[in-house]
Every structure is written in C-alpha cells, then in structure tokens.
C-alpha cells in the first residue's frame, strides 16, 4: 500500500525560531493535506494542496505541493507556544470519480522550549 | 456549525464484550471515513462510505470489525468480540465529494480493552 515518510519525528526548538518538515511518498497524490493533532482531540486541518506546484500560506505556516506530486512541506515561521503539537501530512489518491482515504504520515512532534 | 461528533469519548470494557463507536458527521458531507491511531502504526484507514454506502473496508483488520451507515447522519463501528489489541483512539471524519474537499475529524474514542 502508500506510504508516506514524514520527518523529522519530532523537534525540539526555541520560541521563535522557524520550522522545517516534510513528507515523501513513492505514490502520487492528487491532494495533500497537512493537520495538527493536540492531547484528546482529533487532528485538525491547517492547509489543503491541491496542485503539483501550489505554494499556500495560512498565517505563519506555509506548504508546498511538490512538482513530482511525490513529495510536500510546512513550514512554521517565528514559532510560538501554542504551535505545541503532531503535524502529520496526508495525502489524498481521486479514483473512479469519488476520494479515498487518507493516507497518513506517521507525524512530527513539535515541542517548544521557553 | 457543528463539525463531526463521536460518542462515547472514552469507553473501556473487558475483553470478550461488543463494542459500539457513533459517528455524526457534518451535514451536508457525503463522505463518511473511520480510522485508528495506534503509537505503532499510527492513523489507518479503516472503512470508508459514499452516500451511507461502503465503498473500501481493506482496512478493516478482523472480522471482528464491522461497520454501518443506516442514514445520513449516523455511523456506527461495532467490534465483538473486543480484544485488547484493539485498544487504540478512533476516529471519524466526513466530507464532501463534489471537487476534492479535505476530511474533517471528529475528536475521537479512546477505547480500552482489559
């Protein structure tokens, strides 16, 4: 089956300093997504990818779609206490004209240190 | 609006006993997904639906598992008999079909097996 290969598997950082993370997959996607999970709650969208190429920015977070449609990444500029959480990527196959399941990466914990 | 709602929250039960998750999802979305997040495994297709039909169950580990959508607006996730391998967080997510619309997530059961 895909799979999707996030990294890193977590992040240490000071408050303030820019975040870097990413997802590879030897599949293509039609669409990729990136959420952010926190303690007891379900994950949480943050930014939708739609086209090979597309670069989306939602406030201080930004992803790109890959050219390859292989690959996606988020960026998290001048972090902040309450980005605290797992992001996971998630990539989307359309087949047969309706959507698939998701396919998730197995996320990256960001941690921030006062 | 009132997004995807899951009851119960938290359910533990001893092994052998059958197992319900409920499932509401946001009305309006045609689509109806259930998943499983383990530490090992991480989040997992389990089954989808279509306009309250099955369309995947690959991701179904046993036959154990069992799934149904008898509307609109209401999903069940039957296990019998639990295991304590089942013991993980559940979710539900629902979407739109028309044009590709990202999943929205409900906040989960956190089900423990003795």
């Known amino acids: 089956g895909q799979q999707l290969n996030q990294s890193p598997q977590s992040m240490f950082i000071q408050e303030g300093e820019d975040v870097s993370m990413n997802c590879t997959s030897s599949?293509?996607?039609?669409?990729w997504l990136w959420y952010k999970q926190e303690p007891g709650e379900g994950p949480v969208l943050l930014i939708a990818?739609?086209?090979?190429?597309e670069l989306t920015s939602n406030g201080r977070l930004t992803a790109q779609f890959g050219i390859t449609r292989k690959d996606s990444f988020l960026n998290i500029s001048a972090s902040i206490p309450s980005d605290v959480g797992i992001y996971f990527c998630?990539?989307?196959?359309?087949?047969?004209?309706?959507?698939?399941?998701?396919?998730f990466g197995k996320g990256t914990h960001l941690i921030i240190q006062p | 609006d009132a997004g995807v709602i899951q009851s119960p929250r938290h359910e533990v039960t001893e092994m052998g006993q059958e197992v319900t998750l409920r499932c509401k999802p946001i009305?309006?979305?045609?689509?109806l997904f259930w998943y499983r997040q383990t530490m090992m495994r991480g989040l997992e297709l389990l089954i989808y639906f279509n306009n309250n039909v099955p369309i995947d169950d690959s991701g179904m580990p046993e036959d154990r598992f069992s799934a149904k959508m008898p509307n609109a607006s209401f999903s069940t996730l039957k296990i019998q008999p639990s295991e304590p391998r089942d013991s993980a967080v559940y979710f539900c997510?629902?979407?739109?079909?028309?044009?590709?619309?990202?999943?929205?997530f409900g906040d989960g059961t956190r089900l423990s097996i003795l």
């Open positions: 599949s293509i996607f039609n669409t």
């Open positions: 009305s309006g979305h045609d689509y």
């Open positions: 997510a629902s979407s739109f079909s028309t044009s590709p619309q990202p999943q929205h």
């Open positions: 998630a990539g989307l196959v359309y087949s047969g004209g309706g959507a698939d399941g998701l396919t």
């Open positions: 990818l739609y086209k090979a190429g």
